[in-house]
């Protein structure tokens, strides 16, 4: 076909937005017309356009049209060249999900030898006292070899763990998401998991590495599954280096627990965690129920513990999560959870047996941290202003004053001793 002679496209010939390429030249063509339109327009000089005399007039009719073509010429340019913004958009979004898609589909796996198994099974056998109930847990690791390497603990029918492996697991693995299975005598959607020993099945993803699988005779309740998420959380720790943050009830008292074991025994904050699973299963505990006595035993009853009565345990295991967190962005409904209480009732206990807020025994710990360290650190490489913006004393002048208030000296004194 001939197409030399063919009028130029409209706007809406524009390729869209599955066109391999704009057409480059035709746009550079058009903008050399338009300029060389716009070029004779605007040359005054070489026509008569002012006046009465029958040339004037028709220089400015002439003037008119060609300025009214450029105009038209640029609108039919603007079009194509939106038409080709609009398709390079839409190409480029098409290669990110494109992206997103391969990097889904195949996550960056580990070789076999560098899945850290020792490891992976401890967890696995100290995830066993998830709750009461849970009779198996297994993590899950996908490798580059194209083989999946397992810890297992506990026991379950070898028909079971297959189909978990070939349902749940399987679809975690593909998208990514938590699997949960409150009666598998019932659900339709894994028909291959109905047994009479394991009723609740749990799926979490470990990051995009593989996944953490329990088996229960009870349905995992939101505690249990909060406490799962923290386990999920350190094998996808033990793979990748990553650590998810606490965010709820359960988690915030978990992490607080393994944050005090880690101090007593003197470990590394996954070290923590591990010790906290370690006590629930040598007591036979749920974590939660460990993680509560924990906090109960070794939380910190403080230098101005009052006579009298003792204390509740909400007020330590709040206290514990203050000092285990004093270096953190928290807020007084962080320490409500950690306590097990709402706002008005964490107050109110603070009130009643320290005669203080949950913010103000914060501000103490902080004040207190940033004395410790004050007196530790080198004037030569840290300031005042350092130790102060670490312990989220953002004024100052007023981080002076009531260090001199409690301390009876200002924190360049100390610094300097």
């Keep these: 076909m001939n197409t030399e002679n063919r009028p130029p496209r409209a706007a809406a010939d524009v390729p869209g937005p599955r066109s391999s ?55 039919a340019l603007r079009g194509d060249l939106g038409g080709i913004r609009r398709a390079n958009r839409t190409t480029l979004d098409d290669a990110q999900r494109a992206r997103d898609h391969v990097r889904a589909a195949h996550p960056i796996r580990p070789a076999a030898a560098d899945v850290p198994l020792d490891d992976l099974g401890r967890l696995a056998r100290q995830a066993l006292a998830l709750t009461g109930s849970t009779l198996w ?35 975690v693995l593909r998208t990514g998401s938590t699997v949960v299975v409150d009666d598998a005598g019932v659900d339709d959607r894994w028909p291959d998991l109905r047994s009479a020993t394991a009723r609740a099945v749990l799926v979490l993803p470990l990051g995009l590495r593989g996944t953490v699988s329990f088996a229960a005779t009870d349905a995992f309740d939101d505690p249990a599954r909060a406490v799962a998420r923290e386990i999920a959380a350190h094998g996808s720790g033990l793979l990748t280096g990553d650590a998810a943050p606490g965010a709820v009830r359960a988690r915030s008292l978990v992490v607080t627990a393994s944050t005090l074991l880690a101090r007593k025994l003197v470990l590394d904050p996954p070290g923590g965690l591990d010790a906290l699973l370690e006590r629930a299963t040598s007591a036979g505990s749920t974590v939660l129920d460990c993680a509560r006595h924990v906090v109960d035993e070794l939380g910190p009853p403080g230098d101005d513990e009052p006579t009298g009565p003792p204390e509740p345990a909400t007020l330590r295991r709040a206290l514990a999560f203050l000092e285990g967190h004093a270096g953190d962005d928290i807020d007084v409904a962080d320490v409500a959870g950690a306590a097990g209480l709402g706002v008005r009732g964490l107050q109110a206990v603070f009130r009643r047996w320290r005669g203080t807020t949950p913010l103000g025994a914060l501000r103490d710990i902080r004040l207190r941290r940033a004395h410790e360290q004050l007196q530790a650190a080198d004037p030569r490489e840290t300031t ?34």
């Design 21 to 75: 390429r704009p057409d480059v030249g035709r746009l550079a063509e058009m903008l050399d017309a338009i300029s060389a339109e716009l070029e004779e327009t605007g040359d005054p000089d070489h026509r008569v356009v002012t006046g009465d005399a029958p040339e004037a007039a028709e220089n400015r009719a002439v003037q008119e049209t060609q300025a009214s073509l450029a105009r038209a010429a640029a609108r």
């Design 137 to 171: 847990a297994e993590l899950a690791v996908p490798t580059a070899e194209g083989t999946v390497v397992t810890a297992t603990a506990g026991h379950l029918p070898a028909a079971t763990v297959t189909a978990l492996a070939d349902g749940p697991r399987a679809a």
């Design 384 to 417: 005042v202003a350092d130790v102060a913006h670490r312990w989220y004393f953002s004024n100052a002048g007023r981080f002076s004053v009531i260090y001199r208030r409690r301390f009876h000296c200002s924190p360049s004194e100390t610094l300097r001793a």
